[in-house]
Each structure stands twice: as structure tokens, then as C-alpha cells.
């Protein structure tokens, strides 16, 4: 089980989404991400991806990535909604940015 699930799904969630997961990892708390929407965007702020390494698993929605990103690489693994629920039924808490 996962502490915390982070959904982002606002594309100006970067700076308290990289806030909250460093003092996810000061505190040894584990966490996932899930990038939806236009949250997506959030993966092109530096400081998030360098973050997300620490996740337990980081997943954007992959319709949402090829609607708002195009053809730009994706730095965390694309997935479905089905792997959203299924992240959210693994975590004790869902934070939603």
C-alpha cells in the first residue's frame, strides 16, 4: 500500500506538487503521482520531474499526454484510467493538485 497518491490534474501544480514530495521524502512517506488533463503540463517543470524518481510509480494518462503534449517525450510512463483508479485503490491518502 502506498501512503499518498498525488493527482494532478491543473497544470500550475508544480511548485507545491515538488514541495509536497520533498517532504514526502524527508519523512520516509511513500508516494505515487498520477498526471491527467492538463496536469500534464506539470511534467515540464524540472524540479517535479527530478522528484519522481523517488515515486513508487509515476503514470500520466496517455490520451491526455498525446492531447496536450503531442508528440513531446513523456518522463514518466503513460498509462489509462484504469491505472489511475487502480493507483487510488492502493493508497491510503489521495492528494489532488
Known amino acids: 500500500m502506498t501512503d499518498l497518491m498525488f493527482l494532478v490534474s491543473r497544470p500550475d501544480s508544480g511548485p507545491t506538487l515538488a514541495a509536497l514530495m520533498r517532504a514526502c521524502r524527508r519523512r520516509g512517506v511513500s508516494w505515487a503521482c498520477f498526471f491527467t488533463n492538463t496536469g500534464v503540463r506539470t511534467l515540464l517543470d524540472r524540479a517535479v520531474v527530478e522528484q519522481l524518481g ?4 509515476a503514470m500520466a494518462c496517455e490520451y491526455s499526454w498525446q492531447r496536450h ?7 514518466v510512463e503513460l498509462g489509462s484510467q484504469t491505472n489511475n483508479s487502480a493507483l487510488a485503490a492502493e493508497a491510503a491518502k489521495i492528494i489532488s493538485l
Open 54 to 57: 523517488c515515486a513508487s510509480r
Open 69 to 75: 503534449m503531442n508528440h513531446a517525450q513523456c518522463p
